[in-house]
Nanobody, 123 residues
C-alpha cells in the first residue's frame, strides 16, 4: 500500500486548508484511515480517523474544526481543516490500518504511512 498526501501549505490563522491522501491497493475500502501530525520537537499525535463505513473519531484539539472524509471509489481520504490556529502547524501524515472494522487512535496500530505534508499556520 502506498499513501501520498497533498494539499499542505501556508495559511493564516482562522483560515482553511484541505488535505488529501491518495492510496493504492485494491482493498482500500476495508482500511481504517487516519491522520496524524508532528510539530517540531513534539511527538506524533493523533488527529482523526475514519472507518471503512464512515464512522469517525477526532482528537479533542480539532473536534468541531476538522472534518475527515473518504471516497472509497476513488481511493482517497480528505481532511478539511478550518478555523486553523498556529498550534495546528505540523507535518501531517495519513496512515492506513489493515485491521478491518477497528477505529484506533494509536499510531502503533497503523501499518502504512505517507511521507507527510507540511501545514504552517501564521498568526
Amino acid at each position: 500500500v502506498q499513501l501520498v498526501e497533498s494539499g499542505g501549505g501556508l495559511v493564516q490563522a482562522g483560515g482553511s486548508v484541505r488535505l488529501s491522501c491518495a492510496a493504492s491497493g485494491r482493498t482500500f475500502s476495508t482500511y481504517t484511515m487516519g491522520w496524524f501530525r508532528q510539530a517540531p520537537g513534539k511527538e506524533r499525535e493523533f488527529v482523526a480517523a475514519i472507518r471503512w463505513s464512515g464512522g469517525s473519531t477526532y482528537a479533542d484539539s480539532v473536534k468541531g474544526r476538522f472534518t475527515i472524509s473518504r471516497e472509497n471509489a476513488k481511493n482517497t481520504m480528505n481532511l478539511q481543516m478550518s478555523s486553523l490556529k498556529p498550534e495546528d502547524t505540523a507535518v501531517y501524515y495519513c496512515a492506513a490500518d489493515m485491521v478491518p472494522f477497528r477505529l484506533t487512535t494509536r499510531s502503533s496500530e497503523y501499518n502504512y504511512w505517507g511521507q507527510g505534508t507540511q501545514v504552517t499556520v501564521s498568526s
